[in-house]
């Protein structure tokens, strides 16, 4: 009799520590996963539990859809990068029938709390919403022109003091943005 209750002890210990074992690890996996980090050209990024990418930007912690190496192939230059930060004002236009209306209206907010810019929205066709008639034809090295149009392409470029911006989903948007925001911050060049 004794003998079987010694046996049935060894079992408690062992299935004891067993799960203890399996409880360690799975804790220790748990936090190694949670405390790594990505690097992008000297920015800590980390993935948190909404799958976004979380990093500090100038003291500032700011959350991101997509990693910086995932927008390399959006054709962003630096000529137009230093364009947007040389000026005190920016105009944001697109066209009456943009599906990415409010979005842009968004986007515009961005830009006198991060980088002092004067940001301000307009529509390349008359329009009941009071908002001025903004294209290409106002774009000025004091005031350039961000124009925002849907297109089977993504990326941006620049003809005189006119930034042209193509998008071709609401994905894009947001990809497109993302890559001007880490530009303007110096996370991408």
Not at 19 to 40: C, D, P, R
Not at 73 to 88: F, M, Q
Not at 107 to 135: H, M, R, S
Not at 143 to 149: F, L
């Amino acid at each position: 009799m004794r003998k079987k209750h010694k046996e049935k002890d060894k079992k408690g210990i062992f299935l004891v520590l067993f799960i203890a074992l399996i409880m360690l690890t799975s804790t220790i996996g748990y936090v190694f996963k949670e405390s790594s980090n990505e690097k992008y050209n000297g920015f800590s990024f980390s993935i948190g539990e909404d799958q976004r990418w979380h990093t500090k930007i100038n003291g500032i912690q700011m959350s991101f859809k997509y990693f910086p190496a995932d927008l390399e192939a959006i054709n962003l230059s630096s000529n137009i990068v230093d364009r947007i930060k040389t000026t005190n004002m920016i105009y944001f236009t697109h066209d009456l029938k943009n599906r990415y209306s409010g979005d842009i209206a968004l986007l515009k907010e961005i830009f006198w709390p991060y980088f002092q810019v004067y940001a301000e929205i307009g529509l390349t066709e008359k329009n009941d919403f009071g908002l001025p008639l903004i294209d290409c034809n106002n774009a000025t090295s004091a005031a350039p022109v961000i124009y925002i149009t849907e297109s089977n392409q993504t990326g941006f470029y620049m003809d005189n003091n006119c930034i042209t911006c193509e998008i071709n989903s609401r994905e894009d948007f947001i990809a497109v943005k993302e890559r001007l925001l880490y530009s303007l911050f110096g996370v991408m060049e």
